[in-house]
């Protein structure tokens, strides 16, 4: 199955910028919903943006306005640009790829994670 790779987290002070991104390389027949998801210490995971191969995208509450989602279908990347960081979006933040391989079938991919701490 596709290994998702995932980068850019790390630390930033409170009201700085991180960008994220996430490649699904191998041989993919089509990618539909890529989304991404957080879990903080004590936590359930929660969805905190995603987005259609048409580009319609879906926003949490508390990101809204903060964070933009983006992709690049002809990489299959995702993107998640977070800007105006808080501390209380220090978390673990995963990749979630919905796409259909000919060895696998259609099946959900998750990153293995990337940290990102927000300094106050």
């Known amino acids: 199955q596709v290994q998702l790779v995932e980068s850019g987290g790390g630390l930033v002070q409170a009201g700085g910028s991180l960008r994220l991104s996430c490649a699904a390389p191998?041989?993919?027949?089509?990618?539909?919903?890529m989304g991404w998801y957080r879990q903080a210490p004590g936590n359930q995971r929660e969805l905190v943006a995603s987005?259609?191969?048409?580009?319609?995208?879906y926003y949490a509450d508390s990101v809204k306005g903060r964070f933009t989602i983006s992709r690049d279908n002809a990489k299959n990347t995702v993107y998640l640009q977070m800007n105006s960081l808080k501390p209380e979006d220090t978390a673990v933040y995963y990749c979630?790829?919905?796409?259909?391989?000919?060895?696998?079938?259609?099946?959900?991919?998750w990153g293995r994670g990337t940290q990102v701490t927000i300094s106050s």
């Open positions: 191998g041989s993919i027949l089509s990618i539909n919903v």
């Open positions: 987005i259609t191969k048409g580009g319609s995208t």
């Open positions: 979630n790829v919905d796409l259909y391989t000919i060895s696998s079938g259609q099946y959900i991919s």
